[in-house]
């Protein structure tokens, strides 16, 4: 724990934390002590790392990224920080809270209320988004590991821009009970560290069913994923072997929209899973390209109702001057939220609105269930998806901020399996332009992280 905190004061000026306090980390420090003194062991006790902070936390402040919630101070802590914690999970203790755009909303950081995180490999450059203090923190060596959200990229974006290893389980592997909602029926939590085998340790952690307080959570039991990659196996397609296993390489995933040198890192690196034993298939993602659209109507929309609470009365930031309540709402959410939010609470509104629900929100959710559907078509003829993460390395600082479909764009490869549902993964790959990190998605059936990590692990 010392040994971080002093990396994270030396390095303060990646702009990856949101929030800090000694004083309570080596509280916890102690407390994973005492355990261990107790006789207690385990993989993650006595770890640090630190939150994204749209989980909330007793311990620390949680913003989410905006102004809406300076200062906020939750009366309990989220699932996932519970079962990774000191007090009653798997021991880690807590260095802070980690910068994120706004409610999540981003894809390179920009939209924090607070302040951009810098890529740890040019300090000119975007980590990604929206977990992009955490990439950062993580990249940098800052923390063994950290924990991200992703609704339609956050987690595997900033992993690959930034150079570590990042995974978003089947949407409701893990609670989401204490995480501040952006788009509820695509939130999921996960890991973000330097291996898959970290992340396999903090999966088995967060996993789990919590159907008192998330009923979309599944009612399945966690996996101890680290066992599974650790296990030896003779022989066969299993979690350690890469031997005939298939993996599917969609059409449009590597097709002009993709830089040169992303394709160059991503190709090196399916030759190296052929080289372990891996076939490489094309299979077909027609639906790809409606991914964007799809997704742009449906976050939005749900984003408009969630943060419908943040209204001044009930939660975060009250204007402090009005005549009535409903200039008071109206002030209060006009200076709480930045653009981005804005933007998004009202094509969420305009999508939901009597006469356009049909035309947009609704025909948005059947073209859902068809992109859903041909990822299953696809996994008649391979085991798991590959292709890049991002369409770029990471861009440079304010190089898109004016322009918010160049973001939304940017989306393309991950958009996709977010809409379905489905687990996916991004692992370092290389590098390409500029020197700058290069991350290869892998993406599985529902459940199937066990297979996502292992094929990870081979590689790595
Ligand atoms: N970049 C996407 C967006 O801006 C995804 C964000 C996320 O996964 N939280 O919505």
Redo the contacts with the bound molecule.
């Keep these: 724990t010392d040994h971080f905190l002093a990396r994270i004061a030396a390095h303060d000026n990646l702009g990856a934390f949101l929030a800090q306090d000694a004083d309570v980390s080596r509280a916890q420090a102690k407390a994973a002590d005492q355990r261990l003194a107790n006789g207690e062991r385990g993989p993650l006790l006595g770890i640090p790392l630190a939150h994204k902070d749209v989980f909330v936390t007793r311990d620390f402040p949680t913003t989410a990224g905006s102004k809406m919630l300076e200062n906020y101070r939750s009366p309990f802590d989220a699932t996932v920080v519970n079962r990774l914690g000191v007090d009653q999970g798997a021991g880690m203790v807590t260095l802070g809270k980690l910068n994120c755009?706004e409610f999540?909303?981003?894809?390179g950081n920009e939209n924090s209320a607070y302040k951009p995180a810098l890529n740890p490999w040019d300090h000119s450059r975007i980590p990604g988004?929206?977990?992009g203090g955490s990439a950062a923190a993580v990249a940098a060596r800052l923390l063994p590991a950290a924990t991200g959200?992703?609704?339609?990229?956050?987690?595997r974006?900033p992993a690959s821009l930034c150079g570590i290893t990042g995974i978003k389980p089947t949407y409701g592997r893990c609670s989401r009970y204490g995480m501040v909602a952006?788009?509820s029926s695509?939130?999921q939590a996960g890991p973000m560290a330097r291996s898959a085998l970290d992340c396999a340790l903090m999966l088995s952690a967060m996993a789990g069913p919590d159907l008192d307080r998330d009923s979309t959570s599944l009612d399945m039991p966690a996996t101890d994923y680290a066992a599974d990659l650790l296990v030896q196996s003779a022989s066969g397609i299993g979690n350690n072997s890469l031997k005939g296993l298939r993996i599917g390489l969609p059409r449009q995933f590597f097709g002009a929209g993709c830089a040169p040198d992303v394709l160059a890192a991503v190709h090196a690196a399916l030759a190296e899973y052929e080289k372990l034993g891996a076939k490489l298939v094309d299979i077909d993602l027609p639906l790809t390209e409606l991914s964007i659209p799809v997704?742009?109507v449906i976050?939005p929309a749900e984003a408009s109702s969630n943060l419908s609470r943040f209204d001044g009365v009930r939660y975060g930031h009250r204007a402090a001057q009005y005549s009535d309540l409903t200039e008071m709402y109206k002030k209060s959410r006009a200076e709480g939220f930045g653009n981005?939010a804005k933007r998004r609470i009202m094509i969420g509104a305009y999508v939901l609105s009597a006469g356009y629900y049909d035309a947009y929100y609704l025909k948005a959710q059947k073209i859902r269930r068809l992109i859903a559907q041909d990822f299953q078509s696809a996994f008649a003829k391979c085991d798991i998806i590959a292709g890049p993460v991002s369409p770029t390395v990471a861009w440079k600082l304010g190089e898109k901020s004016a322009d918010p479909v160049a973001?939304?764009l940017?989306?393309i490869y991950?958009?996709s399996s977010?809409l379905a549902g489905l687990p996916g993964m991004s692992v370092p790959a290389g590098f390409g332009a500029h020197g700058m990190p290069v991350g290869l998605q892998l993406i599985g059936n529902y459940f199937k992280e066990a297979q996502l990590l292992g094929a990870a692990h081979q590689f790595q």
């Design positions: 755009d999540a909303m981003g894809s988004g929206s977990s959200t992703d609704t339609g990229g956050s987690i974006q952006f788009a695509l939130d997704y742009y976050a981005e973001n939304y940017a989306d991950t958009l977010s």
